[in-house]
């Protein structure tokens, strides 16, 4: 807060409690809307609704570290040691999310080539009784 | 001579310190870095409740899931985990104010806005404890068992005259002491309980074996009211009832659109484990921080920090760990109840 009198910081805060506020109420009006709770028969696609709370959810976080956290009046330098490394968080979540779904995937064709063998099974027992 | 000593006093100049690049204490960079690896090990958390749910077909939804708050009320999606997000900025905005106070070495002001700010804590980790109770004690979500799941295919649920004449067999429930249950229902007249003891029986299919991958339910909610002859669609959100009287998931038979007959599977078991893991840790984090807030505000009452003449330093920090307790929920909201 080293740019900011003490009126400034108070007024700040003030603010701070509103917006999270809002932003945090957009949030569950988006997820409820979306959901079909609030409006009969009336939906939101997907690809509408997640970018949106991940959106609001980002400033949140932005508003936090920034203000609450007083990072934006810090030091580039300290600035930058801190946000840097988490961008490596980027290709964490595209890689696991990636593998999760191969994961799926893959249990989708062991479960689909279990159905198949325990199609195949009963014939071959019959000739195995035959012989 | 003259160079030598100039020499020294450089190397003085460089690894005396004295200078600092970022312009921070060395508490305070370093309870950044600290927050830095938390951020990490949530991050890692968080990132594998993804995976694990890309890799599943069906995963319950989280506004049929969180949709009970306390005094009873039902069918309120997410409005109870708002409240408790609303508790938790609330606690972050006192905290800013707690700084600022201490920025102004006006010690009552920081005691005032540090004890509004355990109230906060206090008021969250009270909320946590009675969702977690309602979860694992009342509607059944233990750490191996999710009775949260979706339905693959449209259908209908089945009375007991329908499973009987579908050439199922009847089978009481098997109840342990349950005398005493009926004494309890007989002495209190609980309707509840009697309720769930007139549901105390089940299905199975002739001539198969009890155990409880066979047992076929009759449809009814944790009220005890009887919910066959209900159709749903692929996508709904179903709850296995837990039934307290008889400790038994009550799996309930339907009937598909082609006239197969089957019951309601359990959800992706990695749903309680990741939720009570996940939020745990963070409400282990919320549990810690209010020890530190009460330290640091009794530090504060004594009068230690007005003879530091720092700007009350330590509450600063504090006041770090305390906000990035609140952004850690920020994410934690977003990815188990928005999401």
């Known amino acids: 807060m080293a740019h900011l009198t003490y009126e400034e910081g108070k007024k700040l805060a003030m603010k701070g409690l509103g917006i999270l506020a809002v932003v945090t109420l957009a949030e569950v009006f988006i997820a409820l809307i979306g959901n079909g709770h609030l409006i009969e028969g009336f939906r939101l696609a997907r690809w509408v609704m997640y970018p949106a709370m991940i959106l609001l959810s980002m400033y949140k976080a932005y508003f936090i570290i920034y203000n609450f ?6 030091v580039k330098s300290l600035r930058l040691s801190v946000l840097l490394p988490t961008t490596l968080l980027i290709w964490a979540i595209i890689a696991f999310l990636q593998e999760g779904y191969t994961w799926g995937e893959r249990r989708h064709d062991l479960n689909k080539e279990k159905i198949e063998m325990s199609r195949q099974a009963p014939p071959q027992s019959e000739g195995a009784v035959h012989e | 001579m003259a160079t030598d000593s100039a020499m020294a006093n450089t190397q003085e100049n460089l690894w005396e310190g004295g200078k600092s690049p970022f312009k921070a204490s060395y508490g305070k960079l370093m309870m950044w870095y600290f927050l830095l690896s938390d951020a990490f090990t949530f991050a890692g958390f968080l990132i594998a409740y993804g995976a694990l749910r890309f890799s599943s077909d069906i995963w319950p939804t ?16 997410l409005i109870f985990v708002t409240f408790m997000t609303f508790v938790l900025i609330a606690s972050s905005v006192t905290m800013v104010r707690a700084v600022q106070e201490g920025q102004q070495e006006n010690k009552n002001g920081v005691v005032f806005w540090l004890f509004m700010t355990i109230l906060g804590g206090l008021t969250f980790l009270g909320s946590q404890a009675w969702e977690w109770t309602n979860l694992i004690a009342h509607e059944g979500v233990t750490v191996t068992t999710n009775p949260f799941s979706r339905h693959t295919d449209a259908g209908v649920y089945l009375s007991g005259e329908e499973l009987l004449a579908a050439g199922f067999v009847e089978v009481p429930v098997a109840m342990h002491g349950a005398e005493h249950h009926g004494e309890a229902v007989a002495e209190h007249g609980d309707e509840h309980a009697a309720a769930e003891a007139a549901s105390a029986v089940y299905y199975l299919p002739k001539g198969a074996a009890d155990i409880p991958e066979n047992r076929y339910f009759v449809k009814a909610n944790h009220h005890g009211e009887v919910l066959a002859g209900e159709a749903f669609e692929p996508g709904d959100n179903y709850l296995i009832t837990y039934n ?11 009937k598909t659109a082609d006239g197969s007959i089957k019951k309601e ?10 939720f009570f893991f996940i939020t745990g840790f963070h409400g282990f984090h919320v549990f810690s921080g209010v020890l530190f807030l009460l330290i640091i505000a009794i530090n504060a009452m004594s009068g230690l920090y007005v003879e530091r003449r720092n700007g009350y330093e330590m509450v600063e920090k504090v006041g770090l760990y305390w906000h990035f307790v609140d952004l850690v929920w920020v994410f934690v909201f977003l990815v188990f109840y928005l999401l």
Request: proline fraction near 9%; charge should be negative; avoid cysteine.
């Open chain 2, 244 to 254: 307290h009287a008889t400790h038994l998931y009550e799996t309930s038979a339907y």
């Open chain 2, 265 to 274: 599977a359990f959800g992706p078991k990695t749903f309680g484990a990741l």
């Open chain 1, 69 to 74: 956290m007083h990072l934006g009046f810090e």
């Open chain 2, 62 to 77: 989280p506004d049929f899931v969180f949709s009970t708050a306390p005094f009873g009320i039902e069918h309120a999606p």
